[in-house]
């Protein structure tokens, strides 16, 4: 008999959890509404990957094993084809740079800041011009830290 495979969800998740320690770091100390956020659009970003893959034809665990590198090719193509996930590219874009300035940030020397980039995570406010969020992973783009 045929086990059932792990439903797709799961997949996700798993595949969520390891590319934010991946992409951002140690999440754990930030506050939980944070976090959620962090993991909700995480999840959204992957999920349209993922649809990106398969409409290019490629299988899903080839997408899974390129995860950390994040095919450019399949981020032109969401980019530039499909401006359903244009914005959810530049959130995840935006939200990448946001969360690694709120952990480089001492909440106790600077509160006030702190909680002012905790609020824009959340809220997803935009943090940067178009050109420099759109242009993010392009490897052939200098990024300022």
Known sequence: MMQPTEPITHDIDS???KAIEAYVGDVSSL???ARTRIFEVYQTFFKAYLNIG????ISKQEVVEKIVELD???IDYMQHFFSDYQPIY??????????????ELDGTKYPQRYKEKVDAL??????FRDELVFN????NHETDK
């Not at 398969?54 to 034809?57: A, C, E, L, P, V």
């Not at 939200?95 to 690694?100: D, I, K, M």
């Open 122 to 127: 959340i809220s997803g406010q935009k943090q």
């Open 136 to 139: 993010q992973l392009h490897s």
């Open 54 to 57: 398969k409409i290019k034809g």
């Open 72 to 74: 450019q090719e399949l």
């Open 31 to 33: 506050p939980r509404p």
């Open 90 to 103: 530049r959130s995840f874009i935006s939200l990448n740079r946001l969360a690694r300035e709120l952990l």
């Open 15 to 17: 595949i969520v959890a």
